[in-house]
C-alpha cells in the first residue's frame, strides 16, 4: 500500500498494476472504511456515505453531533474502535447510530487557545441517563436499510460486532448497563429480527468482552470465544447452537492477542503470557487436538507477523538488555534466521538498564517493579526518588522488553541526573487474570494507595533512596492516582 500526493494505492510489482484504494476526495472525509466488493463507507457532515465507482450514496439524513453514525460508542470499552462493519463479501454494511440528545453535557476546558474556553461533550454519569445506541445494516445493491430489533432497555451495551461466513447473520455481544450481565445475540441481516441468543455469561462484579466471535476458517459453524470464566482469559470453542465443546487453553496465564489461523485453518496461532506476566510469546494452537506449541524462544517481548499459509513467522523481539532482534522462523520445525540484531543505541551514553523484581501486596499477590539506579551510584550516599505510575485496568507497565516496556529516555536522563526512578504496576492492571483486575471493584484508588505505601516501605529499606524527597506523577489514571495519594498519605 502506498500513499501517493492526497490518495492512497495497492502496487503489484509482480504484475506492474495498481489499483486506488482511497482518492484524495476521500481522504477528508471521517471513518473511511473500504470493503473487498470495491464500495467505501464514510461519514461526511455527520451522515452515512457509501461510493462505488464514483457514485456516492446518503445513507442516513438525520446526523448530528448528537445523532452519532457510524462512529465508534459506548466511550470506546468493550474493545470498541470503530463504527462501520462491512460483511465478509464486502456486499452488506453494518453501522453504529448513537442518539445522545438525553445524555448531559459535561463541560471541558480547552486551554489550547487564548483565552482558554469551554467545551461541552456528551459524558455519561453513573445513575444519569445513558446514550442509546442501535446498529443498522445497509445493503447496497437494493439500497434497503434495517435496523436490528436489540430490544429493551434501550441503554444496554451493544459490543464485539461479528458476520457470519455467509454474510446471513450479524452476533452481537449484548451487555446491561451494570454491565455484570452478557447475552451472545444473533439477528438476521436482511431483516434485524433476533434469531437467538447463543450463550449469556454473568459476572458478580462485572463482564467485560473486549473481542468479537471468530469462526473457524474451515468450518463455519464453529467460532472461538475469549472469555476470563475461569479466572484468565482463554479460548473456548463454541458451535452455532451455543453450546462450548471445549475450552482450548488453559493455565494461570493470559491469552494476550489472536493472530490468525494457517492457510488451511488447522492451526490457530496466539500471544500469551504462559511464562510470565512480563513476557510475550507466540503459540500454535491445533484446533482439532486442542494442543498447543510454543513458536518464540527466549524470555523476551515477542512481537509477531505469520506468513499467510502459516508456514514462518517474523518475530520482532527485544528484552531488558537487548533492545531489538528480527528472526524468520519456520513454523514447522522452529528453525529460525536473524535478520537483524540491534546495536544498544545507548552504548556511548552513560547511562545503565533498570532491574526488574518484584514486592508483595498487603494480599501477597506479586507486584512487578522496574528501578533505575543513579547513574555513578555511590552506596555512601541518599538520592532523591521518582515514581511513575498508572495503577488501571487496561495497562501494564512492567515487560521484559527493552527500557522495561514503561520506561522511556527521559526516566535515563533523570537517572543521570542523580534520581532513584522507580515504577510499578499495582493491582487493577492489565494481564495479571480476573481476580488481580477486580480487586479495585468499587474500591478504585484503595487498592493503589495500599499498593503504593508497600512500595514506600520497599524504599524506605534501600540506604540509598531519600525517601523524603520522594516525588509520584503518572498520567490519566495514574494523574488520578498521584492526587489521591497526595491527599490521603502527605
Same mark, same amino acid.
Given at each position: ?24 476526495? +476521500? ?69 453504529? %447510530? ?57 441503554? =444496554? ?19 446491561? %448497563? ?114 498447543? %506449541? ?51 543505541? +545507548? ?48 495497562? =501494564? ?45 468499587? %474500591? ?47
Amino acid at each position: 500500500v502506498l500513499s501517493v500526493g492526497k490518495g492512497k494505492i495497492t502496487l503489484d510489482p509482480t504484475k506492474n498494476t495498481y489499483k486506488v484504494l482511497v482518492n484524495q476526495d +476521500l481522504l477528508v472525509k471521517e471513518n473511511v472504511e473500504e470493503s473487498k466488493a470495491g464500495y467505501v463507507a464514510y461519514l461526511d457532515n455527520f451522515n452515512l456515505f457509501v461510493v462505488k465507482d464514483g457514485a456516492a450514496e446518503q445513507v442516513t439524513n438525520d446526523g448530528t453531533k448528537d445523532i452519532v453514525y457510524a462512529s465508534s460508542v459506548h466511550r470506546e470499552e468493550f474493545g470498541i474502535s470503530k463504527g462501520i462493519f462491512w460483511s465478509n463479501s464486502g456486499k452488506i454494511l453494518a453501522f453504529y %447510530r448513537m442518539d445522545q440528545q438525553m445524555v448531559t453535557d459535561y463541560p471541558i476546558i480547552d486551554w489550547s487557545t487564548r483565552p482558554a474556553k469551554n467545551v461541552n461533550i456528551k459524558y455519561p454519569m453513573a445513575g444519569d441517563k445513558s446514550h442509546e445506541v442501535t446498529l443498522g445494516v445497509y445493503h447496497p445493491e437494493t439500497k434497503a436499510v434495517v435496523y436490528l430489533k436489540t430490544g429493551e432497555p434501550v441503554e =444496554q451495551y451493544l459490543t464485539n460486532i461479528a458476520w457470519s461466513p455467509d454474510d446471513k447473520f450479524i452476533f452481537v455481544a449484548v451487555v446491561n %448497563r451494570g454491565q455484570n450481565h452478557m447475552k451472545l445475540n444473533q439477528y438476521s441481516a436482511a431483516t434485524g429480527e433476533f434469531v437467538a441468543t447463543l450463550f449469556e455469561e454473568k459476572d458478580e462484579k462485572y463482564i467485560e468482552p473486549l473481542v468479537p466471535m471468530l469462526f473457524l476458517k474451515n468450518d463455519g459453524t464453529k467460532f472461538i470465544w475469549q472469555s476470563n470464566r475461569d479466572g484468565w482469559n482463554h479460548l473456548y470453542l463454541y458451535d452455532l447452537k451455543g453450546k462450548v465443546l471445549r475450552q482450548l487453553t488453559k493455565g494461570n496465564w493470559e491469552v494476550t492477542e489472536v493472530k490468525g489461523f494457517d492457510a488451511k485453518g488447522d492451526q490457530l496461532f496466539y500471544k500469551a503470557t504462559a511464562e510470565s506476566p512480563i513476557t510475550r510469546n507466540l503459540y500454535s494452537l491445533n484446533v482439532k487436538s486442542g494442543k498447543s %506449541r510454543r513458536i518464540t524462544q527466549g524470555s523476551a517481548v515477542h512481537n509477531t507477523q505469520i506468513s499467510s499459509t502459516g508456514n514462518s513467522v517474523i518475530d520482532n523481539l527485544s528484552s531488558q538488555d537487548q533492545p531489538r532482534v528480527i528472526d524468520l522462523i519456520e513454523t514447522a520445525s522452529l528453525k529460525k534466521k536473524t535478520l537483524l540484531k540491534a546495536a544498544n543505541p +545507548l552504548a556511548d551514553y552513560a547511562t545503565q538498564n533498570s532491574s526488574i523484581f518484584t514486592i508483595k501486596s498487603s494480599t501477597g499477590d506479586d507486584l512487578y517493579c522496574s528501578l533505575y539506579k543513579p547513574v555513578g551510584y555511590d552506596s555512601t550516599k541518599k538520592y532523591p526518588v521518582i515514581v511513575y505510575w498508572y495503577g488501571g485496568s487496561h495497562a =501494564q507497565l512492567i515487560l521484559n522488553s527493552w527500557n522495561a516496556g514503561a520506561g522511556d529516555y527521559w526516566f535515563r536522563y533523570m537517572a543521570q541526573q542523580g534520581y532513584v526512578v522507580l515504577t510499578m504496576d499495582t493491582r487493577g492492571s492489565d494481564n495479571r487474570g480476573k481476580a488481580f483486575e477486580q480487586s479495585m471493584f468499587r %474500591r478504585v484508588g484503595d487498592v493503589q494507595m495500599d499498593d503504593m505505601m508497600n512500595a514506600v516501605t520497599y524504599l524506605k529499606s534501600l540506604p540509598y533512596a531519600d525517601t523524603n524527597n520522594m516525588g509520584l506523577f503518572g498520567w490519566s489514571f495514574g494523574g488520578f492516582n498521584t492526587v489521591d495519594f497526595m491527599l490521603n498519605h502527605p
